[in-house]
């Protein structure tokens, strides 16, 4: 794939996650025109058997809300969410540079998987690597 200026941002952000979540390791990553692909490692997400302990409780219409301890795990959730919008908020500003309106720029969601065993982890690594390969054959291709 041949990165544009926003592929490029796409490609800069993912491998500043690493600095700063230290738990993160970027393993596999692969942008393509319309979508990203990654496999990554968040070492040790301090996961016990124990019930986590709500740092602040506060009771609002019944509804609890908790704030999370200030040494709770960083999720892949907080992550993905966090590259989102660091990089929508750098194609922003390429975009207004340029006086363009970027639009939608990232599904709402994203598909996790837990890599299981090696089998696993190659079958995936596979299909990431000829992802670009098989572009062609897309049904997003245009």
Sequence with gaps: M??????????EE???????????VPDMFQIMP???????????????LAPARPH?????????????????PT????????????VYKQCL????????????????NYHEHIVRNAEDYQRIAQYIHDNPVNWAQDDLFQ
């Design 56 to 72: 602040n409780v506060r009771t609002t219409d019944n509804i609890n809300i908790r704030a999370p301890a200030r040494d709770a």
């Design 75 to 86: 999720t892949l959730g907080q992550i993905v969410g966090a590259y989102k919008s660091l």
């Design 34 to 48: 319309n979508h990203i692909h990654a496999i990554v490692i968040i070492n040790d997400v301090g996961a016990g």
């Design 14 to 24: 993912w491998f500043t996650l690493e600095k700063r979540y230290p738990r993160f």
């Design 93 to 108: 500003a390429i975009a207004k540079s340029k006086n363009e309106i970027l639009g939608k720029l990232w599904q709402r």
């Design 2 to 11: 041949v990165l544009n200026a926003l592929g490029k941002v796409v490609e």
